[in-house]
Nanobody
Framework: QVQLVESGGGLVQAGGSLRLSCAASGRTFSSYVMGWFRQAPGKERELVAAINRSSGSTGYADSVKGRFTISRDNAKNTVYLQMNSLKPEDTAVYYC???????????WGQGTQVTVSS
């Protein structure tokens, strides 16, 4: 069993930055692909960014490419999402996820709210 706890969300003005963190329990963190998803009101949950087990490969949604950076520290059982140049349309609840792939998620965090004001 893996528990994921997100932190770092909040209210920021457009153009600002936030860094989300996701701390994982358990000793199997490095065996999972990690992803950040988000869900805005009235919209479906979408994949924002993902990183493979060894941090050798990352992927991003087109809407965040060049602005967001995902990283992980397997020694600290933590995955991060650095979000720069935030836009109002980035407002959503952001979820950390762990799984065999981004389409086979085993564990979800509880979510952290990110609100970007214009």
């Amino acid at each position: 069993q893996v528990q994921l706890v997100e932190s770092g969300g909040g209210l920021v003005q457009a153009g600002g930055s936030l860094r989300l963190s996701c701390a994982a329990s358990g000793r199997t963190f490095s065996s999972y692909v990690m992803g950040w998803f988000r869900q805005a009101p009235g919209k479906e949950r979408e994949l924002v960014a993902a990183i493979n087990r060894s941090s050798g490969s990352t992927g991003y949604a087109d809407s965040v490419k060049g602005r967001f950076t995902i990283s992980r520290d397997n020694a600290k059982n933590t995955v991060y999402l650095q979000m720069n140049s935030l836009k109002p349309e980035d407002t959503a609840v952001y979820y950390c996820a762990a799984g065999a792939s981004t389409t086979l998620i085993h564990y979800w965090g509880q979510g952290t709210q990110v609100t970007v004001s214009s």
